[in-house]
């Protein structure tokens, strides 16, 4: 997982201060973005933005798995968001930007935008 | 069993031999049929000789023929004869001497017939306790179809009628004295309903579901005598006790018709019965005894089922075949007074080490009990049990029994409520006897919907499998077994119907309330790891949340549920379109001082709030960003508010007009008792969201029958209305109870929330609930009215919990750090506002700003409120 050129490592907050299989935001390069922890303590960094209702709210959905995939519901209208690739799981044409994240020393830290294989 | 057909006999050749058989009941004509089919009439002649005037009839579903058009639809052969000539059916006709020496039989006509083999298939008569006054007119017995004209002849003019015997027979006849009319008692000896079949716990559930109809029962009482000069007066029970009656129906045990084998001087059973071997041989090698007036090796079985295995038995030893009876399943499962009730194995727990796992649901008046020891494997294995209530799981477990193969590994799930599925979860065996009267595999009901070799399937429903395999045809107990392995053959082909909850759980809501309830699980991962798989989604965890909140009334951002929340509950707050919450503070009934309507109208102007009056009659304060929810609330609590829940699937509000205290025509102080009840039951989790309304007089104004509950005052008191909505599909209220002091309206009303919490599916609203009651409002009626499944005080009790576990959510919230750790708009900068959230002004007041593109933090700020069109927002506020 080395940051591309550009892009440096941003520390958010310590590891402990995400609540297990919940949400919550972070400005990150200028940028509201979710992180989540899950079950197994890995965290994964969405956009927080809902491209179906626009506003700024991912963080605060539902954490849960469909089949392998652990995913947000947003809690605006439920649209399921996969926490790895921030593809939507209802809408094959909609995503958000997804960040990669470290953990280093107990601090989680936020790098740049993941490069999507699919994405325009 | 070898099947061997003797072809050594020819037809017409002068060894034709006569077969004689005493007794057209169940196990006579099933024998009868029988020998037709494997063969034995090629060789024999077959004299029937029945005593009653009508062929065979189903004796097991006689009190069906209070309900039937005529004696017909209970013959087991309606024509009257058998189809195959060389079987000589006479009826009205009874055998009244066996010489076994001749090897005849004397008619009551007169005739006598020479006989080369003997089938004695006599069945039993009802024992009736040498009680003085027992040959009084208006003293019955129960047995056959004439029994029955004559019971519903006297009960024409009778008002009330006793039953003497609580045992399974005992019950169906109290239960045709019920459809009759007759004000029923039923007296046993033993100190429980069943004893033969039941334990004492699952003795008193029946004994609630009976008196629940009506029936009076009188457990540990002994019949003195039968009262009346004339005819029957009542009936006097020892230690003085009378029961007044002018009908008597005797049903206490049966005592098999041996007198012809005794007279013709064969052996008898100690307690009666033709004694006869494993063929069911007699004495006389040339006499043979099955059913009700057999006892093999001693014991008489006076069920159906053991009846025909002997039946099978006898036709197999005259075609010289090697077919053995050895004892049979004592196991029972019958619908008494309408309830089911099984009784199978070791239900009394007496094999050593035996364990008993045991699930009572009170609500739905259901006691189910398995008996568990252990496997040779280490692991568990079914001994018996006891289920009354709900009998679904007997045709499943019964085999499981008898297979004796390992349980699953959390038995319980066995007797938790049916499911769907439940036959494929539970893995029978192919060769599991699934209907135990026809002896019928699970592999056979199998083949019989399985494609043959042309591609088409034998059988495609339930009904032909029924009358190809003959399974579940007798007493149908079976029958949901057979259902589910139809189902499961089906899906297995790509028909598939999931009724559970989501991916993560095959459950209903209350499934998972009962396992909540049974298990005490306060964690959703303990939940989903023993009964589900995955890690939950935004549909299982907001419905476990509720369950522990209905049950525990634990603090929604508590440890271990707060993760679990929906987005309101979430935040304690209702999100709206841009991110932001609107607040709504508890106003009970709608009153409020004009010193806490200024401290709302301070906190809005201070934290620039748009305000709106809600229907509820209370006030909702808009724009509010997430990290100031604290800080609001922290002045509201401090004026005295409470949170308004308007955030949860919970009681909102009660609804009130202004009542007989100002109203010139209100009758009754309508807001006094909107307050009370909306404090009585703030904070309560429900399936969905409650609203009720009291309205002072009919003329309605607080518009309660659009709640889910309503109450109208009249002259007297009030009317109690349930199931109303407003929104998408609108129901109106209906009435549940009229004219109730405040106390029983109080009452009623505790326990019809309750009986709702805890048996509603989720998201299901109290009208969809009620209408899809079994028995709709009157089941709703029977409950909460007139507790006739003697309830009420439980669910009452569990509504006095929640209320003295109430505390208010948001002061709970501002005590406790951990709990508000959550607001904040940023991990990393708790201070700095959501730039995504802009404000506009209308009218005076916020209206937010939506960004119009997808990009991001886009938007911005809009200085100049733009009218991009004249249209009404219509939004549900959750
Ligand atoms: C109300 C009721 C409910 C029941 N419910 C169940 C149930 O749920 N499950 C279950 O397994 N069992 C049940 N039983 C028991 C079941 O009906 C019997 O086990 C079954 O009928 C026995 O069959 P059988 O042929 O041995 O006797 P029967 O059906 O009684 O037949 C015997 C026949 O022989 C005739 N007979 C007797 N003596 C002579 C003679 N000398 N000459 C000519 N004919 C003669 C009788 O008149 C009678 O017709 C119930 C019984 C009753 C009464």
């Known amino acids: ?120 | 069993m070898t099947e061997r057909i003797p072809r050594t006999d020819p037809r017409g050749t002068h060894q034709r031999r006569t077969l004689v058989v005493v007794g057209h009941g169940m196990v006579g004509h099933r024998f009868v049929q029988a020998a037709v089919e494997r063969g034995l009439t090629e060789t024999h002649d077959v004299v029937v000789v029945g005593e009653e005037c009508r062929p065979a009839y189903d004796r097991v579903a006689l009190t069906s023929y209070f309900a039937a058009s005529s004696a017909d639809e209970l013959s087991l052969l309606p024509s009257g004869r058998y189809d195959d000539p060389r079987v000589d059916l006479r009826l009205g006709t009874r055998v009244t001497g066996v010489d076994a020496e001749d090897r005849t039989v004397a008619l009551d006509d007169g005739t006598q017939v020479r006989y080369d083999a003997l089938v004695l298939a006599t069945g039993a008569a009802p024992f009736v306790p040498p009680v003085p006054g027992r040959d009084l007119p208006g003293c019955f017995v129960y047995r056959t179809i004439e029994d029955l004209d004559a019971i519903r002849d006297a009960a024409a003019t009778a008002t009330s009628g006793v039953v003497i015997g609580g045992g399974l027979l005992g019950l169906e006849a109290a239960n045709a004295l019920v459809q009759l009319g007759l004000e029923t008692h039923v007296v046993e000896m033993a100190p429980r309903l069943m004893p033969v079949q039941l334990d004492e716990a699952g003795g008193r559930t029946l004994v609630r579901h009976v008196e629940g109809l009506g029936v009076t029962v009188h457990t540990g009482a002994a019949t003195e005598a039968v009262l009346g000069e004339e005819a029957v007066t009542g009936l006097a029970l020892a230690g003085g006790g009378r029961v007044e009656a002018q009908l008597v129906v005797f049903s206490a045990g049966i005592r098999p018709r041996d007198q012809l084998a005794r007279d013709a001087g064969l052996a008898v059973a100690e307690r009666g019965g033709v004694l006869v071997d494993e063929q069911c041989r007699s004495s006389d090698p040339h006499v043979f005894a099955i059913g009700e007036c057999a006892a093999p090796g001693g014991v008489m079985y006076g069920l159906v089922a053991p009846g025909y295995s002997m039946a099978e038995v006898v036709v197999d030893a005259l075609l010289e075949g090697a077919g053995t009876f050895t004892g049979a399943d004592m196991s029972t499962k019958l619908k008494l007074l309408g309830v089911d009730v099984a009784s199978f194995g070791d239900a009394f727990a007496t094999t050593p080490g035996a364990l008993e796992l045991v699930f009572a649901d009170a609500v739905a008046g259901v006691y189910k009990k398995l008996v568990v020891g252990r496997a040779e494997d280490g692991g568990h294995r079914l001994l018996g049990g006891v289920l009354v209530g709900d009998a679904s799981a007997y045709g499943v477990l019964r085999p499981m029994v008898s297979s004796g193969i390992t349980l699953p590994d959390n038995p319980e799930e066995l007797i938790l409520p049916a499911r769907s599925g439940a036959g494929a979860q539970l893995g029978l065996p192919d060769e599991a006897v699934v209907c135990s009267c026809n002896n019928v595999t699970k592999g056979e009901i199998g083949s019989a919907v399985a494609l043959d070799e042309d591609g088409a399937h034998a059988c495609q429903d339930l009904s032909c499998v029924k009358s190809c395999t003959r399974a579940g045809s007798t007493c149908g107990s079976c029958v949901p077994v057979v259902k589910n392995i139809i189902e499961e053959h089906f899906a297995a082909q790509g028909r598939v119907v999931d009724k559970g909850l989501c991916e993560h759980f095959s459950l209903t809501r209350q499934e998972l309330f009962d396992l909540v309830a049974v298990h005490g699980y306060r964690r959703f991962d303990d939940l989903v790891e023993a009964h589900g798989r995955g890690r939950g989604c935004e549909v299982c965890k907001p419905v476990v949340a509720s369950i522990l909140a209905s049950q525990f009334n634990g603090h929604v951002l508590g440890a271990e549920t707060k993760a679990l929340q929906d987005t309101n509950d979430a935040y304690l707050a209702n999100i709206q379109r841009n991110g932001t919450y609107s607040v709504v503070p508890r106003i009970p009934g709608g009153e409020i001082t004009p010193e806490k309507l200024i401290v709302i109208g301070e906190v809005a102007r201070d934290f620039n709030l748009y305000t709106k009056i809600t229907g509820g009659q209370r006030i909702d304060l808009f724009g509010a960003r997430m990290e100031e929810l604290p800080q609001i609330w922290r002045r509201l609590v401090d004026a005295g508010f409470e949170s308004g829940h308007a955030y949860g699937k919970s009681l909102r509000t009660v609804k009130s007009c202004v009542g007989s205290t100002w109203c010139r025509y209100g009758v009754q102080d309508s807001v006094g008792l909107a307050i009370a009840l909306e404090l009585r039951y703030r904070g309560l989790r429900s399936p969905h969201k409650l609203k009720g309304g009291v309205s002072g007089c009919a003329r309605e104004c607080a518009e309660a029958r659009g709640k889910d509950f309503g109450v109208i005052a009249t002259e007297k008191g009030w009317n109690l209305y349930v199931g109303g909505n407003g929104g998408a599909n609108p129901a109106h209220a209906q009435l549940l109870a009229g004219d109730l002091d405040t106390e029983t309206l109080v009452r009623y009303l505790d326990r019809f929330l309750m009986y709702y919490v805890r048996t509603a599916d989720r998201l299901q609203r109290t009208s969809a609930w009620v209408e899809q009651l079994d028995g709709g409002l009157d089941r709703v009626r029977a409950v909460v009215v007139d507790d006739e499944l003697g309830l009420g005080a439980e669910l009452e009790a569990a509504m006095v919990r929640h209320i003295g576990s109430y505390r208010d959510e948001w002061q709970a919230t501002l005590e406790d750090p951990d709990k508000l750790a959550r607001f904040v708009s940023f991990v990393n900068a708790p201070g700095t506002p959501d730039p995504s959230i802009a404000f506009t002004t209308e009218r005076g007041q916020i209206q937010p700003v939506v960004p119009d593109d997808g990009s991001g933090a886009g938007g911005g700020r809009t200085p100049e409120p733009v009218l991009v069109a004249a249209t009404i927002g219509v939004r549900e506020q959750a």
């Open chain 1, 1 to 120: 997982m080395t940051p591309p050129v550009g892009q440096e490592w941003e520390p958010v907050c310590r590891l402990e201060d995400l609540e297990v299989e919940r949400g919550a935001a972070a400005l990150v390069h200028g940028q509201a973005v979710a992180l989540f922890r899950t079950h197994d303590d890995r965290v994964y960094a969405l956009a927080n933005h809902d491209p179906f209702s626009r506003a700024s709210v991912l963080a605060r959905g539902i954490v849960g798995t469909r089949g392998e995939v652990d995913f947000v519901a947003s809690p605006m209208h439920k649209h399921a968001f996969d926490l790895r690739t921030g593809r939507c799981l209802d809408d094959d044409h909609v995503s958000v930007a997804s960040y990669e994240v470290r953990i280093e020393s107990g601090v989680v830290q936020v790098g740049s935008r993941q490069e999507r294989r699919a994405s325009a």
